[in-house]
């Protein structure tokens, strides 16, 4: 059985939003995936994001939030950023990232722009490769301060239509 007949990427909705907040395991990986929230994640946060994002979208195993993206434009409101990529821990490693990044991707094509755009830590090797690997370019890189008062590189990809 492949991914996209074993699991269903589908909208969001706020009965989503306990699910969604427990995909976020540890303060690290949620600073990886969302720096701005704060540790526990919770659905107080989440319908925060829900009034700044659009297109929450779940990846489910048969109702239960197994995976979990949105989008997001920069201030100027000209380039479509994917975030807050998340696949829970014990569905990594199945090819679920990859199908939900492909879709948010094919979602903005489709219905928003002909660049998408994509940030990741440099730290974080498994999306950097993943992400690599679809396409995507690095074009810029921003310093960040983690929690622990390190420095942390987050590295700005985007991926064009015509190469899609």
């Not at 239960?64 to 696949?87: K, P, Q």
């Not at 990594?92 to 948010?104: A, F, K, T, Y």
């Not at 995507?136 to 960040?144: A, H, L, S, T, V």
């Amino acid at each position: 059985m492949s991914i996209a007949e074993k699991y269903v990427i589908t909208a969001a909705d706020g009965s989503h939003y306990d699910e969604i907040a427990a995909l976020f395991t540890t303060p690290e990986e949620l600073f990886l995936i969302y720096p701005s929230g704060s540790w526990p994640f919770d659905r107080a946060q989440l319908e925060r994001v829900s009034k700044e994002r659009s297109d929450f979208t779940v990846v489910l195993d048969k109702q239960r939030v197994i995976g979990f993206a949105n989008l997001y434009t920069n201030t100027a409101g000209d380039r479509y950023f994917i975030g807050n990529i998340v696949v829970s821990d014990a569905y990594r490693g199945q090819g679920i990232g990859r199908r939900l990044v492909r879709h948010m991707c094919d979602l903005i094509f489709d219905h928003y722009a002909s660049t998408v755009y994509i940030s990741v830590f440099a730290s974080n090797t498994a999306a950097l490769l993943l992400y690599t690997a679809l396409g995507f370019k690095p074009y810029d890189i921003e310093r960040r301060t983690p929690p622990n008062g390190d420095s942390a590189a987050l590295l700005h990809m985007r991926l064009d239509a015509r190469s899609w």
